[in-house]
């Protein structure tokens, strides 16, 4: 499908059908539509632009305190007028992040409804709204067709930049303290566009359309390409969604990408949009290995299983298989993409569904030498423990970088803001990790990705303009 631009936007199905429908208009803020074409047809549409609709993916506690946005500041009560609308994979309502106690009805501006059949809204998630794909086999058994998350990202990104205070959140134990949003008493609205399969353009766009038309202050959005296939705005969907916000007072916050640490790995460079890296926090979690011979090595992860001291054969991965039906040599004995790769994943730590975590290289050389020294080598996993990282704030190793590759002389991301290990509410339908045989789902999740504070800083000058924000975030001190 093609999206074209007339003045105009149009995504288009690429088809040889003789019957060309209409599947959306675009018509709040700008004009477009998607409909059904093949190239030639295509090519002889008379309007700014014409591309096809493709998929992007999403991109993924003290944070707020740390960067000096601090809760107990004095501001005036305008804090619980700006509303964040939310462009990602729904929300869990019932999440305490989005209870609407002591909150009044949302403000006279709203002018959006909440379209969901298996939650009602409230007066902190004010709207929410759904766009199924237009391909409807696109959906898989994972997939609620409402604005209900049941994947956990859209519950996380929206309680990071809105959510209430939850004392005492952890992730079974971790991080333990008060998971906060930057602005908790903003008002959210929901657009859920992602999938188990992907967000559809069409529907970015669509949502972009309506949240424009419904009053939102500031767009979130956490999506991406893996890698851009356009050096053209007017081609790109979220340079023409957030380039139409812009012009309605509108600011959109995008995430700068997941792809780095190389130069020009950008996923997002929208000139009218605050293009946002991720940095580490002040904090890190360590695991310990302890090898056979007595010696230690910390390393990272999220790992929450106690193995109380108990040493365990190191064997190849490969043999694991043989162990449980099910698992096969070539499967087992694979790495992560990049994980041996020098200072990969050094600053962020992720969640296995058995005890794990990964080592500096240089003490994987020296782990080499102890099972080239014995005939039974072992070793043991200790849990995560919290410490204190001094070297914050550093950009995050998988933090996409500059410099812009469509407009060169515009300096992209424009800030980093803490994305690594962030603590935030979570689908508690969705495992907390993508990790094969994972099984647990709670209600707190730890992961990685960028972030934004735009809300924070309307929340005090409510009458300023996407250009002003913008301007303050670079120069904030």
Known sequence: MKLLVCSTIIICYNSNSTTKTILYYYWHSFNGFVVKLNEKEAD?????????????????????????????????????????????????????SFDDKGFSPPPAKWKGSCQAFDFTCNNKIIGAKFYPPLHHNALSSKDIESPRDSSGHGTHTASTVAGNSISMASMLGLAQGTARGGVPSARIAVYKVCWSDGCNEASILAAFDDAIKDGVDILSVSISESVSKTNIHFKDV???????????????????????????????????????GASTLDRKFVTKVKTGNNIAYEGISLNTFDLKGKYYPIIYGGDAAKKRPGFDQDSSRNCLTNLMQEQAYIDMAISFPLPACYLQSKDVVKIHTY??????????????????????????????????????????????APGVDIIASWSPISPISEIFSETRKLKFNIISGTSGAAAYIKSFHPTWSPAAIRCTYQFRK
């Open 371 to 416: 099972i080239r020294s014995t005939s039974f080598p072992t070793a043991t996993i200790f849990k995560t423990i919290e410490l204190k990282d001094s070297l914050a704030r550093i950009v995050a190793f998988f933090s996409s970088r500059g410099l812009n590759n469509v407009t060169s002389e515009i300096l992209k991301p424009d800030l980093i």
């Open 44 to 96: 002889k549409m008379a309007v700014v632009s014409v591309f096809p609709d493709e998929k992007r993916q999403l991109l993924t506690t003290r944070s707020w305190d740390f960067i000096g946005f601090t809760q107990e500041v004095e501001r005036q009560n305008y804090e619980s007028d700006v509303i964040v609308g939310v462009i990602d994979s729904g929300v869990w309502p019932e999440s305490k």
């Open 238 to 276: 979220l340079s023409v969604g957030s380039f139409h916000a812009m012009k309605h007072g509108v600011l959109t916050v995008l995430s700068a990408g997941n792809t780095g640490p190389y130069p020009k790995s950008l996923q997002n460079y929208q000139p009218w949009a605050i293009i946002v």
